[in-house]
T-cell receptor
Framework: AQRVTQPEKLLSVFKGAPVELKCNYSYSGSPELFWYVQYSRQRLQLLLR??SRESIKGFTADLNKGETSFHLKKPFAQEEDSAMYYCALFGSGYNKLIFGAGTRLAVHP | ETGVTQSPTHLIKTRGQQVTLRCSSQSGHNTVSWYQQALGQGPQFIFQYYREEENGRGNFPPRFSGLQFPNYSSELNVNALELDDSALYLCASSSGAGTMRAGANVLTFGAGSRLTVL
C-alpha cells in the first residue's frame, strides 16, 4: 500500500537551530515526492519537489530510496518558517497525491 | 493570472442533507482534484476530473460525486451528509492533463470550504 508517514506532529526549535522534518514513504515503484507548506491563515502551497533538486527558502530534501525517506532540512531555522509541513507522494499509475498527517514546525525567538 | 477560488468558504448543514461545493481552477489548468482534510490530518484524495470526466478516485463512497465543466471549473456534491463529513474540502488544479507524466502533478490549492455537519 502507498503511504506517507510523518512521525512528528510537532517540532519545536529555536531560531538559528537546524531543522529536520522527517518523512518516510511506502511505495514499490519510483515515487515523485513533494513537500507542501501551510503558513498561518494561508492556503496550502508547494515548497519543493524532489525531481527539481532545488533549495527553496533555504530548505532542501533528498530522496533516499534505500531508506524510503524524503526528509526536509534547513541548517538555520527562521521564525517565519513556522508553519504546517506536509510530505506528499505521487505514485505513477495513480492520479492522486498521498499526504502525510503533517508536522507543525514552531520556531521560537 | 488568477488562482484557485472556492465557494462557499464556510457552511453548516445537518445530517442527511446534501451539499454542493464549487471550485474555479487556476488559469491555464485543465485538471481539478478534490481533497478532504479532517481536523489534525493531512488532505485525503477524493477524486480528480479531467476533460469533464472522473479520472481517478480515492476511498470515498458514491455519495461523493463531482462534475467538471468546459471551463474546467468543478463541483463536489455530497449526498446524505454524515457527521464524519465535517471537514475542510480542498480543491486543487493542475496542468497535468490527466497523465502520470513526471513533474506534471504540481497542485495549486484553493483556500478550502469548511463544512460542518450537525
Amino acid at each position: 500500500a502507498q503511504r506517507v508517514t510523518q512521525p512528528e506532529k510537532l517540532l519545536s526549535v529555536f531560531k538559528g537551530a537546524p531543522v529536520e522534518l522527517k518523512c518516510n514513504y511506502s511505495y514499490s515503484g519510483s515515487p515523485e515526492l513533494f513537500w507542501y507548506v501551510q503558513y498561518s491563515r494561508q492556503r496550502l502551497q508547494l515548497l519543493l519537489r524532489h525531481i527539481s533538486r532545488e533549495s527553496i527558502k533555504g530548505f532542501t530534501a533528498d530522496l533516499n530510496k534505500g531508506e524510503t525517506s524524503f526528509h526536509l532540512k534547513k541548517p538555520f531555522a527562521q521564525e517565519e518558517d513556522s508553519a504546517m509541513y506536509y510530505c506528499a507522494l505521487f505514485g505513477s499509475g495513480y492520479n492522486k497525491l498521498i499526504f502525510g498527517a503533517g508536522t507543525r514546525l514552531a520556531v521560537h525567538p | 493570472e488568477t488562482g484557485v477560488t472556492q465557494s462557499p468558504t464556510h457552511l453548516i448543514k445537518t445530517r442527511g442533507q446534501q451539499v454542493t461545493l464549487r471550485c474555479s481552477s487556476q488559469s491555464g489548468h485543465n485538471t481539478v482534484s478534490w481533497y478532504q482534510q479532517a481536523l489534525g490530518q493531512g488532505p485525503q484524495f477524493i477524486f480528480q476530473y479531467y476533460r469533464e470526466e472522473e479520472n481517478g478516485r480515492g476511498n470515498f463512497p458514491p455519495r461523493f460525486s463531482g462534475l467538471q465543466f468546459p471551463n474546467y471549473s468543478s463541483e463536489l456534491n455530497v449526498n446524505a451528509l454524515e457527521l464524519d463529513d465535517s471537514a475542510l474540502y480542498l480543491c486543487a488544479s493542475s496542468s497535468g492533463a490527466g497523465t502520470m507524466r513526471a513533474g506534471a502533478n504540481v497542485l495549486t490549492f484553493g483556500a478550502g470550504s469548511r463544512l460542518t455537519v450537525l
